[in-house]
């Protein structure tokens, strides 16, 4: 999954050769036959990731479900009566300036008619007044803070198949309680997506009375092991039983190691928000990350989904990027959010009848139904609702010792 297999490399080196010249081509031509190649010229989409960022798979993933939900849309045809649809992806290594670069990019882009984000909410946040001036569409498969979608813009042209903070916070503290745990301590990261999950965390613990939070602790970039575990004890010398985490990968690295140099009966249960799925958290941490409690929120795992669709993902994903089967697909909700959104949007181009932004906006917000890998889409998005999914695709699950994040309860058809 790290590196880059021969297979990998040589599909990705093709599609990058016919995405770049069937990009430039059209503008190439006479002007008398301009109009008939631009029947057979591709519709393109774009992806602005945090390819680049240290440990980071979510880009990756991302990236993965697109191409297989592209390679079945083409090989049916393609969209708008037998166009090609291709991925032009950008990296933001986690920069908000990068990626407003890579908008205004994209924006530019004949026949481009959406771009899909990535991981890293406070990144997305910044380019939404430019997504809305450019009236660009802008697909979300990951980033979970509320206000992404609460933008207050309208016609609002973002559109998002994944979780959201508000939905996240209950399910997490759900699975605290369940372990007994009624003292809370919020560890969060000191980002715009941090302070939306504290506001979702408080507003859920607000409405119950058996959970309280004893204090909250802010986890910033350049936190290292040792003053990551004065924050934590912190916590723990309040009367925290458990911890609310919202954190990346690396963070959560920090606070895991950190924790496993105090005694065992020290060491509280954690539930974690999703952030630590867009690396391999196991990994950074070594195998003693396995003697932690440590459970994470998700929406769709591989793992125990026997549906045709499944299957059928699951082999394209294991032929075109060598995995080797449901346990190794690294950051899986990117995987399958992202598969979903890209034939949501092929479906929404062929009910706008052509690349006009607007006109697809508008008519993602008239699809349906369409039958997905996460579940049966009666209309994925109406004009006053622009999250595809709700609160029943939520629930927790567990690292396993050999890596693989498992469902607590088994994935509900």
Known sequence: ?????????QYLRELAKATAACAVAPALLPLGVHAAAQDRAPVLIGLDGEFGHASSTSAEAIKQGILIALEE???????????PVRLIERANHSVPSRSVANITEFSEMRDLVAVFCGRFSPTVLETLPLIHARKLPLLDPWAAADAIID????????????????????????????????RVGLMMLNTSWGRGAKRSAEGALSLRLRQSIVGTQWINWDDQQSSMLVKYQTLLNAGAQGIFLTANAEEAALLSSAMLTLPAKQRLPISSHWGVTGGDLPKLVGQGFFELDFAVVQTYSFIGDRSAIAARVMAAHRRLFDSRGERTILSQTGVAHAYDLTHILAIAVNLAGSTDRRAVR?????????????RHYRRPFTP??????????????RYAGDGALVPIRPTSR
């Open 1 to 9: 999954m790290h590196g880059e297999t021969s297979t990998r490399r």
């Open 73 to 83: 849309i083409n090989a049916s045809g393609g969209v708008l009566g037998g166009r």
């Open 151 to 182: 933008n207050g813009h309208h016609p609002n042209y973002v559109f998002r198949l994944s979780l959201r903070d508000s939905w996240a916070a209950p399910v997490m503290l759900d699975h605290l309680l369940s372990l007994g745990v009624e």
């Open 362 to 374: 508008d008519a993602l917000e008239k699809v349906g139904p369409y039958q997905g890998l996460l």
């Open 384 to 397: 006053q609702r622009h999250e595809a999914l709700d609160e029943k695709a939520v629930f927790m699950s």
